[in-house]
């Protein structure tokens, strides 16, 4: 099907161009016409600022029932952090977090995944996201029986995705071990297969479709055995894959791999083979600068995580340095304490701002980029995020008259979007040229905020 929208402002080639005529056919742009001050007959009209779609290159999908319960101190989860004997909460940490992350992740179903994701990718379709890139470790039932299909956990996202209108690269997680040279304990049972092996057999089952693909991912250096990650780094070289990687998001993880190893994290995944072009190192917090000339000189990409990063305490990545070693940044929202690609992108500025109390380490053109073009580079969607002919249609229309956005001219319509704007300002998204999102409202899953609290009632339940 074929159709024409016209753009009041569009992002293009890094300016912001006024009355653009963009035409689409069977999901792509085929023509991109500027300076067409009037729609033209029978085109859709977009009032706003049109950027390409964004994508958020790293989700945990149920993390998104963990919003307002972990945020102070352990949380009311179905795993709450008890207290001590003065009634008052230990100071918290990543590693408590954790914990309550766990008792979700023990109540998951693939009824109950499908729900949650359908309802959370809705969410990212509303702030703009046309693309996620979901990482996957729920693989089997609690106690790590596996289920009939093994992979219908992850098919439960992908039809999840396709439910809420939105593209998805599965980055099927290896998750072996709870620690260097530990078995898994009771909560990550699910998460193992036993071993890369066994991982890799049931990842070759799993198919791409129109709206996904499956990319890889090592879970990080002490959930697979240092022996097991030319395993996972050759099935996704094999078949020219996306392989993700936590890396060095606490320095706890660093510590014990230096004792295990000898060695630091980055070094270790280097030897092994895990580091290049298709690899994408999630956090990349705490780095040495081997570190981050191992990263950066290997092409391996680098996926900053603001808000999570600064809700679990982690600290602020080197993103600034990764960068000019070589390494493309990309950007994700990881535990959804909020779901908006915008602040992070804000974010990753402001916090560098904050370390060396210097302004201006990224034009606004750039941090767009790391928020689109980047971002879908990193899933394997290499011909998204940008609005050319030829590019798949998925774009998001930005409010200019909103009490944040009002103001500025459009001339400067990126910095409004990147220091002004949120997620709440998303008026349309489109994607494969259909509009998912349609003046504020989703057109695939009614009522979403119902949708979600629905499905994160009934974790706790």
């Excluded at 729900?115 to 106690?143: C, D, K, N």
């Excluded at 997620?423 to 999102?437: N, P, Q």
């Amino acid at each position: 099907m074929t159709r024409t929208y016209w753009l009041e402002h569009a992002w293009i080639d890094g300016r912001v161009e006024s009355g653009v005529a963009l035409d689409t056919g069977s999901g792509r742009i085929t023509a991109v016409r500027t300076a067409v001050p009037v729609p033209p007959p029978g085109a859709e009209v977009l009032r706003g600022l049109t950027l390409p779609g964004f994508a958020n290159t790293h989700s945990h999908a149920f993390h998104r029932a963990l919003r307002g319960t972990v945020q102070a101190g352990g949380g009311t989860g179905p795993s709450p952090r008890a207290r001590g004997a003065d009634g008052e909460r230990a100071p918290d940490t990543f590693w408590t977090w954790r914990e309550a992350m766990y008792g979700f992740a023990e109540r998951l179903t693939p009824d109950s995944y499908h729900s949650l994701a359908r309802a959370a990718y809705a969410e990212m379709a509303l702030a703009g996201i046309t693309a996620v890139g979901e990482f996957h470790y729920v693989h089997h039932a609690p106690g790590g029986t596996p289920y009939a299909d093994p992979n219908v956990m992850g098919e439960a996202l992908i039809a999840a995705a396709a439910e809420a209108g939105i593209r998805i690269t599965l980055l099927d997680t290896c998750y072996l071990s709870a620690g260097f040279g530990q078995p898994p304990n009771t909560h990550q049972l699910r998460f193992s297969d036993g071993t890369a092996e066994a991982w890799a057999e049931r990842c070759a089952v799993l198919k791409e479709r129109d709206h996904a693909r499956i990319g890889a991912a090592v879970h990080s250096v002490r959930a697979v055995p240092a022996g097991q990650l030319a395993t996972v780094a050759r099935w996704a070289e094999e078949r020219q894959a996306p392989l993700h990687v936590h890396l060095s998001e606490q320095t706890a993880e660093n510590d014990a791999c230096r004792e295990a190893h000898g060695r630091t994290p980055t070094r270790l995944l280097a030897d092994h083979g895990v580091l290049g072009p298709r690899t994408t190192g999630v956090h990349n917090t705490h780095l040495t600068d081997e570190d981050i000339a191992l990263i950066g000189g290997s092409g391996t990409g680098t996926c900053m995580c603001p808000t999570t990063e600064r809700d679990l305490a982690d600290g602020i990545g080197p993103a600034v340095a990764l960068q000019r070693a070589g390494s493309p940044l990309s950007l994700g929202s990881d535990s959804h304490a909020v779901i908006d690609l915008l602040e992070e992108a804000r974010a990753m500025e402001l916090n560098e701002r904050l370390r060396s109390r210097t302004r201006g380490h990224w034009t606004a053109a750039a941090l767009l980029r790391a928020a689109t073009a980047d971002g879908h580079a990193a899933l394997g969607w290499h011909d998204a995020g940008t609005l050319r002919p030829g590019a798949l249609a998925d774009f998001t229309t930005l409010a200019l008259d909103s009490v944040r956005t009002a103001g500025p001219p459009p001339a400067l319509g990126a910095e409004t979007a990147v220091f002004a704007a949120t997620a709440a300002d998303v008026r349309h998204t489109v994607v494969a040229g259909r509009h998912v999102v349609r003046d504020g409202a989703h057109t695939l899953v009614p009522d979403v905020p119902q949708a979600l609290a629905r499905s994160v009632a009934a974790l706790r339940d």
